[in-house]
C-alpha cells in the first residue's frame, strides 16, 4: 500500500487568508483526490487531480476557491482560498495506484480559520 | 442513484460480540465496495473490500456479505474488542474511480 503524507497536519489561520496543503506519496500513483471532511461527518471529495492535467472539481467547488497542482505522480496540493470560518474541516488527500481498485488516504490537514 | 446508505449511525456491542453495520445502493453500475475504519484524528484506512462476483470476504475477524440481487453490503466484525472502537465508512466505486461513501456508523465496543 502507499503511504501518505501531508503537511500541515493541522493549521490556524485567520479569516481572508489562504492555506495550502501538500500530499507526498511514496510511490508513482495515476489518481489523486482531495477530500473535506466535517467532524463526525462523512467525507466529500472536493476534486479529482491527474498528473498533467486540470483537475476536476465536483459540484460545489470551484477552481477559484480551492486552486490544486499535481506537478509530478508523487505530489499534490491543495490551496484553500480567502478563508472564512465555514471552511474549517478536515482537509484529506487519498491516492490510487493504477490497476489497484484500493485508495488510500492521507492523515488528514485539520484547518480552523478564525 | 449515486447514493450509499449506511446504518445504523451507531453501534454499541459488547466486548467478544459480533458488530454488523450495514448498507445499501441503488446503482448497478458500481463494482468495488471497500470498508473503511477511522480512528479520531486520523485518516481513513482501508480495511476490507469486495468485488460484486462474489458474495463474502473474510479477512481475520471481518467480514463482507455481499448480496448483489439486493444491492446491500455489509461488515460483520467477529469477537468484536475494545480497540475496534472507531468509525465505520461502506464505499462503492462509482465512475471516474471516485468513491461514494456512505454516511458512516460510530461503533464502540463496551469492555
Not at chain 1, 490556524?12 to 471532511?37: A, E, N
Not at chain 1, 474541516?89 to 485539520?110: H, K, M, N
Not at chain 2, 468495488?32 to 460484486?52: D, E, H, M, T
Request: net charge neutral.
Amino acid at each position: 500500500s502507499a503511504v501518505i503524507s501531508q503537511k500541515p497536519s493541522r493549521d490556524i489561520c485567520q479569516r481572508g487568508t489562504s492555506l495550502t496543503i501538500q500530499c507526498q506519496v511514496d510511490s508513482q500513483v495515476t489518481m489523486m483526490f482531495w477530500y473535506r471532511q466535517q467532524p463526525g461527518q462523512s467525507l466529500t471529495l472536493i476534486a479529482t487531480a491527474n498528473q498533467g492535467s486540470e483537475a476536476t472539481y465536483e459540484s460545489g467547488f470551484v477552481i477559484d476557491k480551492f486552486p490544486i497542482s499535481r506537478p509530478n505522480l508523487t505530489f499534490s496540493t491543495l490551496t484553500v482560498s480567502n478563508l472564512s470560518p465555514e471552511d474549517s474541516s478536515i482537509y484529506l488527500c487519498s491516492v490510487r495506484q493504477g490497476g489497484d481498485y484500493e485508495q488510500y488516504f492521507g492523515p488528514g490537514t485539520r484547518l480552523t480559520v478564525t | 442513484q449515486q447514493q450509499v446508505k449506511q446504518s445504523p449511525q451507531s453501534l454499541i456491542v459488547q466486548k467478544g460480540g459480533i458488530s454488523i453495520i450495514n448498507c445499501a445502493y441503488e446503482n448497478t453500475a458500481f463494482d468495488y465496495f471497500p470498508w473503511y475504519q477511522q480512528f479520531p484524528g486520523k485518516g481513513p484506512a482501508l480495511l476490507i473490500a469486495i468485488r460484486p462476483d462474489v458474495s463474502e470476504k473474510k479477512e481475520g475477524r471481518f467480514t463482507i456479505s455481499f448480496n448483489k440481487s439486493a444491492k446491500q453490503f455489509s461488515l460483520h466484525i467477529m469477537d468484536s474488542q475494545p480497540g475496534d472502537s472507531a468509525t465505520y465508512f461502506c464505499a462503492a466505486e462509482g465512475s471516474n474511480y471516485q468513491l461514494i461513501w456512505g454516511a458512516g456508523t460510530k461503533l464502540i465496543i463496551k469492555p
